[in-house]
């Protein structure tokens, strides 16, 4: 059964940081590339509305960012774990959202619609 677990959401003030993890199970990390996704509030609860910010692909180790996130956000890997961080730092509150991981199999994209697996999402509440 493939799962993705993220933990490590939360309450933060404003300039806080915060690291989130993805554990993935059941199909072979590598072959894969995960990438972190938000979901801001009062947008719809659909995938395809889901912002892509940061994607990795263990098998090399090629990273992506959203524009927006580049010199805030660290995406890192412990292929050991077959767990997948995404470091935030400097955070503001319209970086308020669920975030979730998703996982497909190939080259990184930001695009939500092309992921075969998600994870079931953290909350992160960044406070003016």
């Known amino acids: 059964e493939v799962q993705l677990v993220e933990s490590g959401g939360g309450l933060v003030q404003a300039g806080g940081s915060l690291r989130l993890s993805c554990a993935v199970s059941?199909?072979?990390?590598?072959?894969?590339?995960t990438t972190w996704f938000r979901q801001a509030p009062g947008k719809e609860r659909e995938v395809l509305s889901r912002?892509?910010?940061?994607?990795?692909?263990?098998?090399?180790?090629?990273?992506y960012y959203r524009d927006s996130v580049k010199g805030r956000f660290t995406i890192s890997s412990d292929n050991a774990k077959n767990t997948v961080y995404l470091q935030m730092n400097s955070l503001k509150p319209e970086d308020t959202a669920v975030y979730y991981c998703?996982?497909?199999?190939?080259?990184?994209?930001?695009?939500?619609?092309?992921?075969?697996?998600w994870g079931q999402g953290t909350q992160v509440t960044v406070s003016s």
């Open positions: 998703a996982a497909v199999i190939g080259t990184c994209t930001l695009q939500p619609g092309v992921y075969e697996y």
């Open positions: 059941g199909f072979p990390f590598d072959d894969y590339a």
């Open positions: 912002e892509g910010l940061s994607c990795i692909r263990s098998s090399d180790g090629k990273i």
